[in-house]
């Protein structure tokens, strides 16, 4: 069974960072692109930032320059480190899992951040 922890996310005011963690369970983690979703009240969910099994990034164009995604495969974890951060990135943050070439698509339960001061 396929399980996400997902934490780091809360208030923070305008020009502040967070640090999101997924951390995995149940699937073979390095073989999986990690990817970070996230979506604001009467949008729809949007592609933040992802990472290949080969560490390629891909970064939305809102987000990039600000926001790091990596990750550590001996903990099963993926990080979304969030700076310089806009009221715009108020939204629920979700972690997925997808494997290149198959339908094994997974994700977590979100965590909200809110940008304001």
């Known amino acids: 069974q396929v399980q996400f922890v997902e934490s780091g996310g809360g208030l923070v005011q305008p020009g502040g960072s967070l640090r999101l963690s997924c951390a995995a369970s149940?699937?073979?983690?390095?073989?999986?692109?990690m990817g970070w979703y996230r979506q604001a009240p009467g949008k729809q969910r949007e592609l933040v930032a992802s990472i290949s099994s080969a560490r390629g990034t891909n970064y939305a164009d809102s987000v990039r320059g600000r926001f790091t995604i990596s990750r550590d495969n001996a903990k099963k974890t993926v990080y979304l480190h969030m700076n310089s951060l806009k009221p715009e990135d108020t939204a629920v943050y979700y972690c997925?899992?997808?494997?290149?070439?198959?339908?094994?698509?997974?994700w977590g339960q979100g965590t909200q951040v809110t940008v304001s001061s």
């Open positions: 149940g699937l073979i983690f390095s073989f999986y692109t």
């Open positions: 997925n899992a997808i494997q290149a070439g198959s339908n094994l698509n997974y």
